[in-house]
């Protein structure tokens, strides 16, 4: 009886030690410092819009060429991105009408993870998978914008999509086109746009409610007819 | 009764391994140790939620069960109590279930293995073994306790 009451204390004490050990390293896990951090007040250089003037979605020789200014944390671009979007790419954007190019404007002061998801799009079209990378970080949206630390959802994206992980966490820990974003969300101050997702065509301003498929749709017939009038 | 005792250990650290599932899944730790493995694809694919709820929430409250039933059962009055014995293995034995089902989900479908996910199967068959070993146990008991006093 007596061993058994030292069996139970030792048992007890093991227990403890676990449950302590445990709680301690989940605690060192929460608190120790693994996501990256996108610089906002980076200097932009040269090198970083050399030969890049956006990620560009169809043909060269389009009628229109559409700039969407977007932000992977706003929820009226992950709208556009997830219901409107996927119309206008298969029924202008692959049927050569229209050229669409998207252009990084990160919302930081409401969207603290916008710029590390523009981040990890940018690492991901270094393995010419941006577009996929864009996607999949807009359909979990609702997901990571939860999160206090979302690097590793991302991470988790890219590795669903069959990316080189070693080089896409190279790309993530040198923070390579922090410059790059920056450019491209200067560029969307310089053009007056102040709210995502804008979108820019021919120097004109429109949002989500003038750039539908139905608008592009339109434009693109008339310009057709008056191509085809001028033949 | 030291295959309980086993049983509430293991469960304990799968408590812990499941809770830092959770805690990655829903952002307090950022990216996840786990070398070469595919954590992060798994814990990012459709399947880490099962009837709308996360896969290792469920498992943190499965442990949590196993490690409260077991721990429960070392207390003097049901030690020897067959049907402590019996809902570890059926809580293990389910536990196992979907352990299998998430395996093959990662080999087949995801075609990622998560390094915690396997360490959680491995947990909650050996939970399983040890409660095994204890309704063995307890049986042996139950029938020696109620054979006839040879005297």
Known sequence: ?231 | MKYRMAAALLSLVGVFVSSYLYLYKIGKIGTMACGTGGCEAVQTSEWARFLGIEVSLLGLVGYLGLFLVALAGLQPPLVARRGVALLLVAMSGLGVAFAIYLTVLEVFVIHAICRWCVGSAVIVSLVLVASLLDLRWATASKSVAGAPNPS
């Open chain 1, 1 to 231: 009886m007596a061993a058994e009451g030292t069996g139970m204390k030792t048992f007890y004490i093991v227990i403890g030690v676990v449950a302590v050990a445990g709680a301690a390293v989940l605690w060192w896990m929460t608190k120790r410092s693994t996501s990256v951090e996108i610089p906002i007040d980076v200097v932009i250089q040269a090198s970083d819009t050399a030969g890049f003037s956006g990620y560009y979605m169809g043909s060269r020789d389009a009628l229109v060429e559409v700039s969407e200014y977007g932000d992977y944390q706003c929820p009226a671009c992950q709208s556009f991105t997830v219901v409107q979007f996927p119309t206008i790419q298969s029924r202008l954007v692959d049927a050569g009408l229209v050229r669409w190019r998207f252009r990084d404007f990160p919302l930081d002061q409401i969207h603290p993870h916008a710029r590390m998801a523009a981040h990890a799009a940018a690492c991901a079209d270094d393995q010419g998978r941006f577009w996929e990378a864009h996607e999949a970080i807009f359909l979990g949206q609702t997901e990571w914008s939860r999160q206090r630390k979302a690097a590793g959802t991302f991470r988790g994206y890219m590795e669903r999509l069959g990316l080189d992980l070693a080089e896409y966490d190279a790309c993530m820990g040198d923070t390579r086109y922090a410059g790059r974003i920056e450019a491209s969300h200067q560029e969307g101050i310089r053009l007056g746009i102040n709210s995502t997702p804008s979108f820019v065509m021919n120097g004109r301003r429109y949002d989500t409610r003038g750039m539908t498929y139905d608008f592009l749709r339109a434009l693109t017939d008339s310009l057709q007819q008056v191509a085809a009038a001028g033949e």
